[in-house]
């Protein structure tokens, strides 16, 4: 089992403004060792790019051993005509025992980001 904890820095994003806010995501492995995969879906008003948008991310995490945690820090932009609100993130981690072509379970968790 996978606990996925989040956090940002600065608490809200400004619309208006082109600069991100960090959000940091800790994963930690509770079971035995797996390969981890995480998969990332923005709101449409977001962006992984500061110019283009971009609204979705994968990322291969490699091996996990038991009980090891890792933090991945990740920059979120405003898209261009994004307007003020809450937006959902979503997070999806796989786990996997061969390869990354086989999922053997997957957590999800959806988090808000603060547009204002």
Request: hydrophobic share 30%; charged share 30%; glycine share 6%.
């Amino acid at each position: 089992m996978i606990a996925i904890n989040t956090r940002t820095y600065p608490y809200r994003l400004d619309h208006t403004s082109k600069e991100p806010i960090e959000l940091f995501i800790k994963l930690t492995n509770g079971g035995v060792k797996r390969l981890l995969s995480i998969d990332l879906v923005l709101d449409e008003d977001l962006s992984f790019d500061r110019v283009k948008p971009v609204n979705t991310d994968y990322k291969r995490l490699g091996e996990f051993e038991p009980n090891q945690s890792k933090e991945i820090k990740l920059f979120i932009y405003p898209a261009t005509g994004s307007k003020p609100g809450m937006k959902p993130v979503k997070i999806r981690v796989g786990e996997h025992s061969r390869d990354y072509n086989y999922v053997d379970n997957k957590n999800e968790q959806k988090i808000n980001i603060n547009v204002v």
